[in-house]
């Protein structure tokens, strides 16, 4: 059984970089051909993809996002990791970590087959 778990601060201060990580048990992050995501959902808001980073290493990000955004991993720690750079309070969400056995790029929950718990993150001063 494959488990994700998302960890970091669940408090950040404005114009601060944002660092999470997912870590996966019960499957190596390497195998073919898995896909890693990150999301978040603001409060009253949808889930938005945010990016993933793939079996192989290569990454891949919202269009919207992708100024600010870097996800990497850690193999040896079975870990990827998210960071969000020039943080605001518009960024105050729920992040979530999840696999695809495709590279999907939409927010729709059917399309990937495990989910991490969320790690709430507020932005504020």
């Known amino acids: 059984q494959v488990q994700l778990q998302e960890s970091g601060p669940g408090l950040v201060k404005p114009s601060q970089t944002l660092s999470l990580t997912c870590t996966v048990s019960?499957?190596?992050?390497?195998?073919?051909?898995?896909?890693w995501s990150w999301f978040r959902q603001p409060p009253g808001k949808g889930l938005e993809w945010m990016g993933a980073?793939?079996?192989?290493?290569?990454?891949y990000y919202s269009p919207s996002l992708k100024s600010r955004t870097s996800i990497s991993r850690d193999t040896s720690k079975n870990q990827f990791m998210l960071q969000l750079r020039s943080l605001t309070p518009e960024d105050t969400a729920v992040y979530y970590c999840?696999?695809?056995?495709?590279?999907?790029?939409?927010?729709?929950?059917?399309?990937?087959?495990?989910w991490g718990q969320g790690n709430q993150v507020t932005v504020s001063a």
């Open positions: 999840a696999r695809a056995r495709a590279l999907v790029t939409t927010s729709r929950r059917e399309e990937y087959d495990y």
């Open positions: 980073v793939t079996y192989s290493g290569s990454t």
């Open positions: 019960g499957g190596s992050i390497t195998i073919d051909y898995y896909y």
